[in-house]
DNA sequence: TATTGACAGATGTATATACAAGTTATAAGA
DNA sequence: TCTTATAACTTGTATATACATCTGTCAATA
């Protein structure tokens, strides 16, 4: 879809050396004059790429002295993105299989779509177990919205929804919420992870949309609790904290 | 200490006119143009301070539209980023209240700071308990290292740590990698928690660095499941995906 | 010896310009 | 009426330039 720009081919690139250790933990990169002249870009554009990269928790940038490889090891890299199962499967080597229990045509009530929605809509639910080593480790429900998703054949649902969204029906998927809650397992998904009667069960529940913010999936993911880890990588962000508005400029022309 | 330059003060203006409902949720920011007119700025400082917004979540900018500003409540804003318990308390108007258990020198054994790490540190060790509607929420254990932290006195710890570090110790708190599992607790947490004999525990284990990649910070929350809630907002990257490495012009001039 | 100062090299910030590409509204045309 | 083309406005990308600021080195100096 997008990504074709130089300065995402750039970090890219630059992501691959670093994973590929061409680029080794605890060494500097290139100094951003010297990764113009390798990629025969402007100053900015290394920087751009550069900045990505420093998002992600690859890199970090240092005044006067250059950008730093952070050892973030594989198994630990953030899960915390907008992240398909079968990537992450990809990604960490897991070897996961996918079930999938349900897969139908419905109406989806507003409370599912938000607390504010007055009106139903159409969409696909899909209830998918995931198993690692043959273990049931998740039980997924998606609620995707038609529109956008207009169709859901049954082989991209045990594929990669995400890669028939993406690359099939060419959605541009953007950003999603998520929660992280514990909670008590209705039936289905007890029997489904094999929980106790008394057991608890974590529920991440997220919503995600499009780049013109249709929200298009609904999706409440139910993992056992001993199979549930959740890795983050933050930097620290300053923008909302202080609260005072800016003085005389800010009025207009 | 930072943030005091133009496209970081452009940020936190408009952040908070969204906050104060100055730009409205579902309206578009003025246009860059005017933007560049209304701060008397270039665009692209703009843009920078725009991409920040665009970043946290609270716009989202459409190629030939605008940036519409999210339908994101203040009580859904992401948790997940670096933000100390006061913070948080504000911003969500909690009524929380901080109690000491432990505050010592102690030595930091080398399995708390890392898998690879040989000797051990000096550092503080505190423990708080964190009480929501005098209710006991959440355990905090805090080793902080020294260097760099070199002293930490009680009141600090009862305030805000990172109030001190940053603004009486002058560090520059930069990034932090996140870790939330499920686990049976110890006795001290189970007891401080309040929980029953067979519970679990929500586990928040962090390692927090400063600008130049010091380690300064181990931290181990433990919250009770019933009262855990983590809220965060994504956005789809792409850069780790693909694995092809440029072709050509990346060998060097 | 120890400190200072100058310098080179690195990233950080701000500006200006040009063009590409998506969106919307309007006017021209069939 | 409906469709199409155009124009105006929007954001996206890339380049070039200038200067600020921080880091490390090294030489001059006290």
Not at 20 to 42: A, M, V
Not at 78 to 86: D, V
Not at 241 to 249: A, V, W, Y
């Amino acid at each position: 879809m997008a990504a074709l720009n130089k300065q995402n081919l750039i970090a890219q690139d630059i992501a691959s050396k670093i994973k590929h250790k061409i680029y080794q933990t605890n060494t500097y990169l290139p100094s951003e004059h010297q990764l113009c002249d390798l990629y025969g870009t402007s100053r900015e554009t290394i920087r751009k790429a550069l900045d990505q990269l420093n998002e992600l928790g690859l890199i970090q940038k240092i005044k006067g002295r250059g950008s730093l490889v952070l050892d973030i090891q594989r198994y630990t890299f953030p899960i915390s993105g907008i992240t398909s199962f079968k990537e992450l499967n990809a990604t960490l080597g897991m070897h996961a299989v996918t079930k999938i229990l349900h897969l139908k045509k419905t109406t989806i009530p507003p409370c599912e779509i938000s607390k504010s929605a007055v009106k139903s809509q159409p969409g696909f639910f899909v209830e998918r177990l995931r198993l690692i080593a043959d273990t049931p480790a998740v039980l997924d429900r998606d609620y995707l919205l038609t529109p956008p998703v207009t169709k859901l054949p049954k082989t991209a649902a045990a594929d990669s929804i995400y890669d028939y969204l993406e690359n099939d029906l060419g959605l541009n998927i953007s950003y999603a919420t998520k929660e992280i809650t514990v909670e008590k397992p209705d039936d289905t998904v007890r029997q489904a992870l094999d929980l106790p009667s008394d057991g608890l069960v974590v529920a991440v529940r997220s919503h995600s949309y499009l780049a013109d913010t249709t929200l298009f999936q609904i999706t409440a993911s139910f993992h056992r609790p001993d199979k549930f880890k959740f890795i983050d990588f933050a930097r620290r962000k300053r923008v909302l904290s202080s609260d005072k508005p800016l003085g005389g400029n800010t009025s207009g022309k």
